[in-house]
Structures are given as structure tokens and as C-alpha cells.
């Protein structure tokens, strides 16, 4: 069977439409699945413990971490911050921060968290509840939770800290590091405070 001209270009177009359409929708469909990869999240967890503090009592040292203005001594990724709320009863003291930090990894990339606090003290124990929701030019947001618990040693005293945080799964690595990185900052520079002079 033969083909005109004409038919013969029809059906040469028709064909290459189809390919065209065939890789945009091969295009689309990996553009999707790189975004899924990169954004699906995974909860991980760490307890990080501190050196012992054997000048310090875990009252005067929860005091101070209670203090955010503090943190930014300890932190060295927090650019600023605000306390947006505060309250306070007979058992705890609960107050919303805002806050900017830069990544230690990439320190032009920075971010905007939303944090929760809640500091408790009772008769056995004496800790600092908070969750952290971190967010990326608002539109890809991580949560974190954390709990600091200051222990009494027979001399001084230790604090123990336990997080969960979501990362991007292909980013975990990444994610650990940072989270590794503040945790030896803040413990050891709140270590230093307390180092040589009896509280």
C-alpha cells in the first residue's frame, strides 16, 4: 500500500507527537518521583548525654537552659529570635519562641522554626519539653520534639537529652549531622559555663 506525500507527513507527525508526548509523560512521571524521594520524611530519634557537671547543681543548670536567651550563647546557628507567648502556673512555665538558624553544613541556607516549651519541675525531676516545627521558605516543614532532663548526680550533675526529628529519608545522614552538631555545641559550651565555678 503506498502513501502520499501528504499522508506520509501526516503520519510522520502523528509519530513523533506520540514520542513527544511519551517523554514528556516519562519526564513528569521521574520529576514526581524525585520530589517524592526527596521530600517523604522519616522520624528518627537520638539521647544524647552530656559530660558531667561536677560544680553545678541540675537546679541551677536547668535554669539557665530554661532561659532562651541563653541558647543563643550555646547555639551557634541561631541568628535571632522572639518570644511571641508566655504563661505560667504552680507547676510548669510554658512559652512559644520564634526563631531564625543557619545550617552548620551550609550556612547560607537558613530557616524559620516555631518552637514550643514547656519546663517543668517536680520533686524527682526537673526537665524542658519542646517541639519544634521548622520550616524552609514556608513551604517544606519539619517537625522535632525533644526533651532535656537534668539529673542529680552524687557530685554535680548531668543532663540528658532525648530527640525525635523528621528528616527527608535520602537526607538522613545529612540531617544526623546537623543535629549532632548543635547537641556538641550547646552541651559543650553549657559545660564551660559550669566548668569552674561552684553554683
Aim: glycine letters at 4%; aromatic letters at 12%.
Amino acid at each position: 500500500m503506498k502513501f502520499s506525500g501528504s499522508e506520509r507527513y501526516v503520519k510522520c507527525a502523528k509519530l513523533k507527537a506520540y514520542r513527544h508526548r511519551r517523554a514528556l509523560t516519562l519526564i513528569g512521571m521521574m520529576t514526581v518521583l524525585a520530589v517524592l524521594l526527596l521530600t517523604a520524611k522519616r522520624e528518627n530519634s537520638i539521647r544524647y548525654t552530656g559530660s558531667d557537671m561536677e560544680h553545678a547543681s541540675s537546679r541551677r543548670v536547668w535554669e539557665y537552659v530554661s532561659d532562651f536567651s541563653n541558647m543563643v550563647h550555646l547555639n551557634p546557628t541561631i541568628k535571632k529570635f522572639t518570644i511571641t507567648h508566655e504563661s505560667s502556673n504552680d507547676k510548669q512555665w510554658n512559652y512559644t519562641v520564634e526563631y531564625e538558624e543557619h545550617l552548620s553544613q551550609l550556612p547560607f541556607v537558613t530557616n524559620k522554626i516555631v518552637g514550643n516549651f514547656v519546663v517543668e519541675e517536680s520533686r524527682s525531676r526537673r526537665t524542658i519539653k519542646s517541639t519544634h516545627w521548622t520550616c524552609f521558605s514556608r513551604i517544606y516543614c519539619l517537625n522535632t520534639k525533644s526533651e532535656m532532663q537534668f539529673l542529680d548526680l552524687s557530685k554535680g550533675s548531668r543532663v540528658v537529652e532525648i530527640i525525635k526529628y523528621e528528616c527527608p529519608w535520602l537526607l538522613t545522614k545529612f540531617c544526623t549531622n546537623e543535629v549532632m552538631y548543635q547537641r556538641k555545641e550547646i552541651f559543650g559550651r553549657l559545660w564551660t559555663v559550669f566548668a569552674h565555678t561552684k553554683h
